[in-house]
């Protein structure tokens, strides 16, 4: 399958893989896998959210293949993954598992990270056996584990039935999104990132989005429009960092809040103000800094966690320890 009209230059057009691979998931479905980096480097495994791709993680592809082995892979129906016959939470954990088996040496360990739908894919695998042998630690981005929709404020509306009955609707629509205009990245701009969103990131999230097709993007919407992972992170027993904008109006910092509080294992919160849905674009070099952090603490030297909770904003940070 040929790559999608992404961004074509500069830092978020997606950069060449040194390998492509084909990981075949439980249920016959083909998954588009890349590899970046040098072979015997420490291993990152990146999973994208709902309507993106590969793409999406062009910043730190970029930035962390220069000296880890990166392995990014196109969700069921998106990017260069062929449209499935089956979308649920459980192929998001067979998929995953499928590209482990892919990607990684046997016993190989990586740090595991996902956005948005890639948290919940990595909640939904969290007790796999294939799980716990390769992920050292995981960092979850801009995610949540249930009550998506009853928690989403993309409309301005009361929380209530209402609300969560029109978001709902919204979100799962048939309608193609149409092209990338001005009206319509305006339109992503509000939904799902900080109002102060640099334009070659909007730009960039918009090719990203409207690439996805509209039919991937309903059939999935139904999945995480139900989608309960509380048990997923309860299980989650490995070192696990999470991050979230401040203004995120898809999974609200509510959803961090509840994930940090409930993992066996968490080694951060952080809360990045100004910043919305899209942290990988949004805020590269935070994203990237979190994982480079994780793979020295968890793959090359281990050391004792301790959990904090960080605001950042332009002008300051923040740090608060908590037992």
Do not use: N
């Not at 057009?13 to 075949?24: D, Q, S």
């Not at 190989?108 to 390769?134: K, L, N, Q």
């Amino acid at each position: 399958m040929s790559r999608p009209p992404y961004v074509t230059a500069g830092r978020y057009a997606p950069p060449v893989a040194g390998r492509e691979l084909t990981a075949v998931s439980a249920d016959g479905s083909r998954l588009h896998v890349e590899v970046h980096g040098p072979d015997g480097a420490p291993a990152v495994v990146l999973s994208h959210g709902w309507t993106c791709s590969t793409a999406f993680w062009a910043a730190q592809l970029r930035e962390l293949s220069r000296d880890h082995r990166v392995v990014a892979y196109d969700q069921r129906g998106h990017g260069r993954s062929p449209a499935a016959a089956a979308y649920s939470a459980a192929a998001l954990a067979d998929d995953l598992v499928a590209v482990f088996e892919a990607a990684l040496a046997p016993g190989e360990r990586a740090v595991v990270a996902g956005h948005s739908m890639g948290g919940m894919t990595v909640m939904a695998a969290a007790d796999r056996p294939r799980f716990a042998e390769h992920a050292a630690a995981v960092l979850l981005c801009s995610t949540g584990s249930s009550r998506l929709v009853a928690e989403a404020t993309v409309l301005p509306l009361r929380p209530g039935r209402v609300r969560t009955r029109v978001t709902r609707g919204l979100l799962g629509s048939p309608a193609p999104l149409g092209p990338v205009t001005p009206a319509t990245r305006a339109v992503l701009k509000y939904a799902t990132m900080g109002p102060g969103s640099a334009p070659e990131r909007v730009e960039a999230c918009a090719r990203i989005v409207h690439a996805c097709p509209a039919g991937v993007r309903r059939a999935w919407s139904h999945v995480l429009a139900g989608l309960d992972l509380d048990d997923g992170v309860a299980r989650l027993a490995v070192p696990t960092a999470v991050i979230v904008g401040r203004d995120d109006r898809l999974t609200p910092v509510v959803h961090a809040r509840e994930i940090a509080a409930a993992l066996p294992h968490c080694v951060g919160l952080t809360e990045l103000t100004g910043m919305g849905h899209m942290t990988p674009i949004e805020a590269p070099e935070a994203v990237s800094s979190a994982l480079r952090e994780l793979t020295s603490r968890y793959l090359a030297a281990p050391t004792a966690a301790t959990t904090t909770t960080t605001t950042t904003s332009p002008s300051t940070t923040e740090k608060e320890k908590t037992p």
